[in-house]
Each structure stands twice: as C-alpha cells, then as structure tokens.
C-alpha cells in the first residue's frame, strides 16, 4: 500500500498515557491495595465494633467482613460492565472515562475519611463503587485506544491497559511496604490515593480528542471527526481514512449486530460461546486474584519471615509486570493454544508444590522458599498463558457482529468469577488451610483438559477457518453462502483485541 508510515504522534501517545494511567492503572492498584493493610485494616474493624457494641468481634464476623470488603470490588465490576454500552453511547468513549473519575474520585474520598467516621460499612460501599470504576475502565479504555490508534498501532496500543493494570498492582504493593504506607497511620491514605490518577485524567483528558470513530459514526459530527483525527496523525489530509471508516461501518451494519440473546441461541456459535466461558472462568476460579488480594497472608501461613513478606509480594509483582511484557512478543510467536497449556499445566503443578510445601513447612526449614517460588511460577505460568489469551480469542472466535456481545458474556463471567474467589477463598483458607490450593489446581486441571480437547489454535486463522473447525462439533454446516464473505473478514478477525478486556486478570 502506498500509503504514510503512520507513527505514534504526541497527541496519540499522550492520550494513550493519560487514559491508561488515569483508568486502568486505577483497576490493577485497587485489586492489591488491600492486601498490605488487611492486618491494620481488620484490627480497625475490631475495634470499630468493640466501641459500638462493647464486645469484641467474632472471628467468623471478621471474615465476612473482610472478605465483603475485598470481593465488593469485583461486585461493582460486574455491574460497571454492564452499564459500558449505554454509556459509551451516549457519552462518548472519552466523555465515559472522564465521567468514570466520579466513580473513583467519591470513594476515594469515602475511604480516607473511613477511619474518623469510624465506620467499616463505608469502606465496603466504597470498594463496590470503585469496582464499578474498574468495570467500567477495562473495557472503555481498549475500545477509546482501539478507535483512536491507526491499523499499525491497534496490536500495540492494546496491550498498554493490561500493562497499566500490572503496573497499578505492583505501585500498590510497592506503596504498600510498612515503612511507607502499609501501616498503622497510613492505610486510609493508601486507599484515598487511587483519586490521584483520576483527577488527573479528569484535568489533562479534556485537552485531547474524542474517538473520531465515535464522533463520525454514532454523532455524524464530520468536522470534529476530521479534526480529532488531524491532531491525532499529525497532517491534515484525513479523508482517506475517514472514507475507509464510514466503510467499515456499512459493512459492519450490513452484517447486523447480534444480541446477547441471539448470540447463546446461535447454533454455529455455540461451541465458541462455551469456550469462552470456560476460558474466562478458568482464568478467574484458578485464584489468580486470591494471590493479590491475600499475598501476605499465603505467605505468612507459608511461614515466609513477617519483615520479609512484603518484599516477597513487591517482588512477585514485579515478575507480573515483566511478563506481561515478555508475552506480548511470545504470543505472536508460539500460538495461544500452546500458551495457554502451558500456562493452565504450570500454574497446576505450582498449586499441587505449593500444597506439599505448605503442608511440610513446619518439619523443613527451608519451605518457605519453596513455597514462595511456587507463587512466583504460579504468576509467571498465569501471566504468559490464562491471563492475556481469554481476551484475544473473544476477538479472534467471533466476528464483528456478533463480538460485542460476546465480550459482554465474557465480562460478565469475569467478574462474578473474579467475585467468588474473592469472597470465598478466605473462608476455604480457614476451613482447608493448605488444601484450599489442591481446588485451584484442580480447575487449572480441568480448564487445561477442555481447552486440549475444544479449543484449536486461533492464531493467524480467518474467522470463516475458526468456525469451519468448530462446525463439526457444533453440527452445524457451512454453507458455501458464508464462504462468499469478503476477503477483508479474514483481516478483522485476526485484529488484535479492540474490545480486549483484563486479566482480569
Ligand atoms: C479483637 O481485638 C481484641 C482486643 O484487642 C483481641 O483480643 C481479639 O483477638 C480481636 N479479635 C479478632 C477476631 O481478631
């Protein structure tokens, strides 16, 4: 093609930078930003209820508090991702992110006052709310960089959220160390903190454009379109990709959007549908989310040292962030069939080592190490495969039409899963101590088996081969009328993830 080398202009990047700091960043710092403080943020609970009630609190109490006060956040981010198509729609891609901020700025708020208002009900409101933050961001950021990135762009812009997401997980941790605010005197600040990065977004955001796409498409606003996308190319001659756009869009109407509901009816798709499911579960009920809301507590019962666990869990962070970047180049390379395997395969074994470890740590000395470096596989073997994979194959199993509502089954799967875990898993801790690991292990297990037996390599295959592989377990035939569609479907469904949503981690 003859046409500009298109490149990554100041406009763009910064864009890119405010919004992936000012939402996403947010999602990943407040899924750890709780595990630091537990100890100090459940002895306030202890004696909150002590001065109500004149006695001190069950233990039994405690635990449901607590883990109300965790999993309230994956709560709000089921119902923060079903309110994402409205309001896109009605407020734009970056109208959303900068109305999103109320959504953290007022828990942020919430949660700094906690201690003096003496109340722990605020701080299990304000997590729900901020969760409705991070439900909202992980899905409006991609869709925001996927409409603002030129085609060369899209794959690497993508991957910029989840890296925000790793990042905001390890500054947590990283401001979660005794000596800075994982402390007695400095939690609340340490919670309030997540309203920074939203009010910045909300000062620096405005002075950037709007998705042209949206402006064009949803408001048929043609001036502003064409300006947001001056700016964000650097030249003005536009209107070539503003043709290619309202192209993409009549194609995109001619193949008509499929509903939810349509969607779990449709026979060809049913088999792709249950995968998904089964991806976005696995990747959740594998625990991935109990290491980083209770770090410090797997460490402690391993008998990890008290000083020594919160360089432990800044570490095991670390080893996040510079995975999540080491996958982006391997997932080109080996496929995401093999990686996923291979991701589900370690992070089972690490649970089984992990179990025996924990199991002999008192007769061994030297378990705790094992124990430690069972968690720090058990991170690198979900970061290359079960963390980043889901996502990509929402985008590469379904085609444009029926995506959306794909990735809205996906979402919602996500989340509640994401909910259970960080409900259940301190009560499964308490009920089968070290065991409660040998039930990850057994997901990994089963989630590996489907995923062996189900689901094929996607990669670089057009939409049309995907379902063609399904067809035969979905009993459906192709007709030759679908292998009539235009060449430029293959393209589209090997994009990378527009709508690509967290690891969710
Ligand atoms: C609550 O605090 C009291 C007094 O400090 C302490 O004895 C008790 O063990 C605490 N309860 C729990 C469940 O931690």
């Known amino acids: 093609m003859a046409e500009k080398e298109e490149w990554l202009t100041p406009v763009l990047a ?64 089921f119902f923060g991702s079903l309110m994402v198509a409205p309001l896109v729609n009605k407020l734009g891609r970056k109208g959303t992110l900068l109305f999103n901020n109320i959504f953290s700025i007022v828990p942020a708020v919430m949660m700094g006052v906690s201690e003096i208002a003496k109340s722990y009900e605020i701080i299990i409101v304000a997590r729900f709310i901020v969760g409705i933050c991070a439900g909202l961001s992980s899905n409006v ?8 990135a030129p085609k060369n762009l899209r794959g690497a812009l993508g991957i910029v959220p989840q890296l925000f997401i790793t990042v905001g997980i390890l500054s947590a941790q990283v401001l979660g160390i005794r000596n800075i605010l994982g402390n007695n005197t400095g939690w609340t600040l340490m919670l309030g903190l997540t309203g920074i990065p939203a009010l910045l ?10 998705s042209p796409r949206y402006m064009l498409i949803q408001k048929g606003d043609k001036n502003t379109a064409k300006k947001a996308l001056q700016r964000l190319r650097g030249w003005d001659d536009v209107d070539s ?6 192209l993409e869009d009549e194609s995109e109407k001619a193949d008509g959007r499929l509903s939810v509901l349509s969607l779990l009816s449709q026979r060809s798709l049913r088999w792709q549908l249950v ?9 959740q009920l594998s625990g991935v989310n109990a290491i980083y809301y209770y770090a410090d507590n797997i460490y402690a019962s391993a008998g990890v040292e008290e000083n020594h666990i919160q360089f432990v869990t800044v570490g095991t962070g670390a080893v996040n962030v510079f995975m999540t970047i080491s996958a982006v ?23 089984v080592l992990l179990t025996v470890a924990l199991n002999f ?3 061994v000395t030297w378990m705790p190490y094992i124990s430690i470096a069972c968690v720090i596989i058990y991170v690198i073997g979900h970061a290359i495969g079960p963390s980043p994979i889901p996502s990509l194959m929402t985008t590469e199993m379904f085609r444009q039409s029926a995506r959306s509502s794909a990735f809205m089954v996906a979402g919602s799967v996500h989340w509640l899963s994401n909910f ?32 062996w037996l189900v689901v094929p390599e996607t990669k670089n295959k057009t939409f049309l081969e995907i379902s063609q592989m399904f067809a035969k377990r979905n009993k459906v035939e192709i007709k030759l009328a679908d292998v009539d569609l235009p060449p430029k479907e293959s393209k589209e469904s090997s994009a990378p993830p527009v709508w690509d949503d967290q690891v969710m981690q």
């Open 420 to 451: 259970t875990v960080g409900l259940v898993f301190p009560f499964l801790e308490r009920g089968l101590g070290p065991y409660s690991f040998i039930l990850f292990a057994i997901i990994c297990l089963v989630t590996l088996v489907y995923i």
């Open 361 to 363: 740590q008192e007769s």
């Open 241 to 246: 990709e503003m043709a290619e756009m309202h």
């Open 201 to 210: 977004e909300l000062l620096l955001l405005p002075f950037f454009p709007e």
């Open 14 to 77: 910064l864009a890119t930078l405010i919004s992936a700091f000012g939402s996403s960043f947010q999602y990943g710092y407040n899924v750890a930003v709780v595990n630091s403080p537990s100890s100090f943020m459940q002895q306030f609970y202890n004696t909150t209820y002590l001065e109500r009630t004149g006695r001190p609190i069950e233990e039994n109490f405690l635990t449901l508090l607590w883990s109300l006060s965790v999993s309230m956040y994956p709560l709000g981010g």
């Open 141 to 148: 950021v991609p869709m925001y960089l996927g409409e603002l």
């Open 329 to 351: 180049f391997i997932v080109e390379a080996s496929g995401r069939r093999l990686l996923l395997l291979c991701g589900f395969g370690i992070c089972c074994g690490a649970c």
């Open 275 to 283: 995968s998904i499911i089964i991806m976005n579960m696995g990747q």
